[in-house]
């Protein structure tokens, strides 16, 4: 938990209900990188929407909080979108001046790498006009020998992981 808390009182909403059958299956299952038949040959892939991604991201928890990403409204689906292999997250912050927005984003790019197929290209913003330091942000996230350095550090390494240790309920509650 840092030191310093950014927004000590986030605004903080319900869930939204789960996305149907085809997340219930894919909550029992990963994708495969390049499916391939007995011959050898690469079977069709199959395709993913804005709210397979939206229920992979939605139970990261904040750093400054005990809340999700979702009930906190950083992440809805409407902020997600893909393009053939390349998916693009936008992501709000609570407030403008967040201090960790760039972690935030770290663990949304880490949780997306570890549960997409390879064959993706994932670019992580903050929504325009939401941070004062937006394009700094935006520049972090998204060069990834910055990123690999952060993942260097077991500190902040061990930030991320506390961060994405529910993300696997992807908006179902904790029983």
Known sequence: MPAE????????????????????????????????SSDGEVDDVELIDQDEVFDLIRSIYDPEHP???????????????????WVTVEFTPTVPHCGMSTLIGLCI????????????????????????????????????????????NPVLLDTVEQCL?????RGLPII
Do not use: C, M, Y
Not at 165 to 169: E, P, T
């Open 165 to 169: 240790r529910d993300a696997g309920r």
């Open 5 to 36: 808390v950014f927004n000590p009182n986030p605004v903080v909403f319900s869930p939204t209900k789960g996305l149907g059958r085809k997340s219930e299956l894919l909550a029992q299952s990963l994708w495969i990188d390049e499916p391939t």
């Open 109 to 152: 790019r880490v949780r997306l790498l570890r549960s997409l197929p390879n064959r993706f290209k994932v670019d992580i913003f903050v929504k325009p006009g939401s941070h004062q330091s937006e394009h700094a942000v935006n520049k972090q996230l998204n060069d990834k020998e910055r990123v690999a350095a952060a993942l260097e």
């Open 67 to 85: 809340n999700t990403l979702e009930e906190l409204r950083v992440v809805s689906a409407p902020q997600i979108k893909i393009e053939q292999n």
